[in-house]
């Protein structure tokens, strides 16, 4: 054994209770109580604490301002210690082409482990079955969207992936938008009040994504195929997940911190700008619909979407809503705003673990090596002390970007420690 945790209680998405963990070089080598050292073995005391499997974070786009070393240093920083990254084909290009050139990229500087979604943006003249060759690289999903020129597919070609999936055993990933609804929609407010950046919200309303979830639970459907909502947002859209549950249909779903924390009155703000990200934030009622969705366990994953600009970046364009980069950073704060909402009694620490790290390794597929504290698998392991204050403020996050949601923001309590398989 190099190393034991010892006297703290091991979080489950099941339960928990008190027990030592050992570690062996990069694996999890026993659970029990009074777990005996060797002469070499290095020893944490979690007394008092929580020992959780690291995060999942299932949704992120490091290939913004941060990169992947900014980006996984500060998901590690979190207490993540996987990242699925988005890599997107460009049109007609070979898909495998894209996963290849974004190993590369990602290879160099990640400090944690990752996988990689690919977004398919072009199924014309057989580069759909590109898709085959991925899955045969380890790549188990694959994104579609509904949205943003040049990117979006149209239903046709989704309900070709979705049938292609159920072929080769993949998932795909929707970024469920309507593009007319939302073209008509910016159309209006660029001619009612471009300045406004209220005008986000109001060209990305609720039925905009309502409407798309709507038809790709559908399409899912006539496929027989399982799916994954992307970034839930919408009241109405959640009870079109809901009700295909409950017909038994295999509907996945994800939301992120910001839709939890936030709603659309941000977009009044005078930083406002820090908040444009697509989908946007929601009315209230929407925000409390997604967190009885998480309660009812129709929300599957808490993911971040991580998208980081740098500040100049943002306030480029004051004049036109439509020019301000869309996304924001969260892959360091999501983790411990969902842990903090455990320690406030908003739900349970399985619950919390089961979000943002057991649902996301048994969806995509890696369940065999993460998402738990088990015998065998990884040791992607972080310490949690409920008695710990913590205030994100610019100063104490690790990414390379300076934009940041959250101002001073409170955590309540936050990641003591942590240990990565491989670490030193």
């Not at 500060?74 to 890599?87: E, H, I, N, P």
Request: charged share 25%; proline share 4%.
């Amino acid at each position: 054994m190099d190393l034991i945790f010892k006297n703290g209680t091991l979080v489950f998405a099941e339960g928990s209770y008190k027990a030592d963990l050992a570690v062996t070089g990069e694996k999890i080598t026993a659970i029990g109580e009074n777990l005996a050292p060797g002469p070499l073995t290095s020893i944490v005391d979690a007394t008092g604490k929580l020992i959780l499997p690291g995060g999942i974070d299932a949704h992120t786009h490091l290939k913004l301002a941060d990169g992947p070393l900014g980006g996984t240093r500060a998901a590690a920083c979190g207490g993540t210690t996987t990242v699925f990254d988005f890599a997107a084909q460009l049109h007609g290009e070979k898909i495998l082409d894209r996963l290849n050139y974004h190993r590369n990229f990602c290879d160099k500087d990640v400090c944690i482990d990752y996988a990689i979604h690919m977004a398919v943006t072009d199924i014309s003249n057989d580069l759909i079955n590109g898709m085959d060759d991925c899955i045969t690289n380890g790549v188990t999903s694959f994104k579609a969207y509904m949205v943003y020129d040049g990117w979006n597919l149209d239903d046709t070609a989704i309900f070709t992936m979705l049938e292609k999936s159920v072929k080769i055993g993949a998932l795909i990933e929707v970024h469920s938008e309507s593009k007319p609804l939302l073209d008509i929609l910016t159309v209006k407010y660029l001619k009612e009040a471009p300045h406004s950046t209220f005008s986000h919200y109001l060209s990305r309303p609720e039925v905009v994504e309502s409407e798309a979830v709507a038809r790709v639970i559908r399409l899912a459907k006539a496929a027989n195929a399982p799916v994954y909502i992307a970034h839930l947002t919408t009241d109405d859209a959640l009870e079109s997940i809901t009700k295909a549950r409950d017909e038994g249909w295999p509907v996945f779903s994800e939301t992120c911190p910001q839709y939890l924390h936030f709603t659309s009155e941000v977009y009044r703000r005078p930083d406002a700008r820090n908040f444009i990200c697509s989908p946007s934030m929601k009315r209230e009622e929407s925000r409390q619909a997604i967190w009885r969705g998480l309660k009812r366990r129709d929300i599957d994953i808490v993911a971040s979407d991580h998208s980081s600009y740098k500040q100049a970046e943002k306030d480029v364009s004051v004049n036109n809503f439509t020019m301000i980069p869309m996304g924001c950073p969260g892959v360091e704060t999501r983790y411990p705003y969902i842990l903090a909402q455990a320690n406030t009694g908003v739900m349970s620490f399985s619950r919390a673990v089961e979000l943002c790290a057991t649902n996301p390794a048994k969806i995509f597929g890696c369940d065999d090596r993460k998402g738990s504290l088990s015998v065998g698998k990884d040791a992607d392991i972080v310490v949690y002390d409920p008695q710990l204050d913590f205030t994100v403020h610019n100063d104490n996050m690790h990414g390379n970007n300076d934009q940041r949601r959250y101002g001073r923001e409170s955590l309540s309590k936050d990641t003591l420690w942590k240990h990565t398989a491989g670490e030193s």
